[in-house]
């Protein structure tokens, strides 16, 4: 196991810190992504990107959840987290792993069109808190996932309202998936989180440094008094500056023939996502980025994650 590894192996130690110093630089000035990294290396066991690539590894049915909607757009999703989920969804069912998408109810198309035909399902989920409590019953019945993994999905405050990151709520956007975690966990699914903000589901696990460092973390725009900070806590949280990012990290250190697959796919997956609205959230429509963060930049950043990774996890 990899992390059993990072204790007796110092080279193989390196290459998973060198793995997390390259997705956790601030590539679009946030000026978040020290203080909430920092924390997460401090309260669990080893480097993130490691972590998370050990639970990939283990996983056989795994289900996928994202989609983060933007209010300054008009309530469509945005890029970050959906492209992810998308290139990789796509290439582990071709390694023998059944994979399933969740995102909002009305948004399935938009997560066909990125995940394509090769066998990957995409499920929606109501915005209703009680239908979706049946709907992830029906899900967990039909699907039986063994690893769930939450990639910049909204995380509700201690008031189950949820924020992006200026503050405003968007309570009535999203479906309250991450309210599910606990029910997750109680039936043996390993919970999985990326995020890049505090915001978003997982982000639980770090909860008092959010709140230290985050522009929202104790107050917010609505004024429901919560702040942004997502209450729900995940098994293993990846902090990175681009939540993509942190998945392509625990790629790397997992399979890199994989994550070479995923570069070569990208391009193909972020036009077919920006056909359907799908929009970078701090460059706007027809910006072919993630958080301000051009393709070409992100495959050039996928080129030196694949440089320094020496060792990585293998499918036994």
Excluded: W
Aim: proline share 3%.
């Amino acid at each position: 196991m990899f992390l059993s590894c990072l204790t007796a192996d110092v080279s193989v130690l390196e290459t998973a810190d060198s793995v997390d110093s390259v997705v956790t630089v601030d590539y679009n000035g946030r000026g978040a992504v020290s203080t909430l990294y920092n924390a997460a290396r401090k309260i669990q066991a080893g480097p993130l990107c490691a972590m998370a690539a050990e639970r990939l590894a283990r996983a056989r049915t795994l289900m996928f959840v994202t989609g983060f909607r933007t209010l300054r757009y008009g309530g469509v999703y945005e890029t970050d987290g959906l492209v992810s989920t998308c290139l990789l969804a796509r290439r582990l069912v071709e390694y023998g792993v059944d994979a399933v998408v969740v995102v909002d109810e009305g948004f399935e198309n938009v997560a066909r069109a990125g995940v394509g035909t090769g066998g990957v399902g995409v499920r929606g989920a109501p915005v209703s808190r009680e239908l979706c409590a049946s709907f992830i019953k029906s899900l967990l019945k039909e699907f039986g996932p063994d690893t769930a993994v939450f990639v910049e999905r909204p995380g509700a405050n201690r008031l189950n309202q949820y924020h992006n990151m200026y503050g405003e709520n968007i309570s009535a956007l999203h479906a309250p998936l991450d309210a599910y975690i606990p029910l997750l966990k109680e039936r043996g699914v390993s919970v999985v989180a990326f995020g890049d903000g505090g915001n978003e589901a997982g982000m639980g696990v770090i909860r008092e440094a959010v709140v230290g460092g985050a522009g929202f973390g104790t107050v917010c725009r609505c004024g429901c008094g919560g702040g942004i900070v997502a209450a729900t806590s995940a098994d293993v949280l990846v902090v990175s500056s681009v939540s993509d990012l942190g998945v392509y990290g625990a790629v790397a250190l997992y399979e890199p023939s994989i994550l070479r697959e995923v570069s070569e796919e990208a391009v193909e997956v972020v036009k077919a996502l920006l056909r359907f609205g799908v929009v970078d959230v701090l460059k706007g429509p027809g910006y072919a980025g993630v958080d301000g963060v051009g393709l070409e930049s992100i495959k050039s950043i996928i080129s030196i994650l694949l440089a320094v990774t020496r060792s990585g996890v293998r499918r036994q």
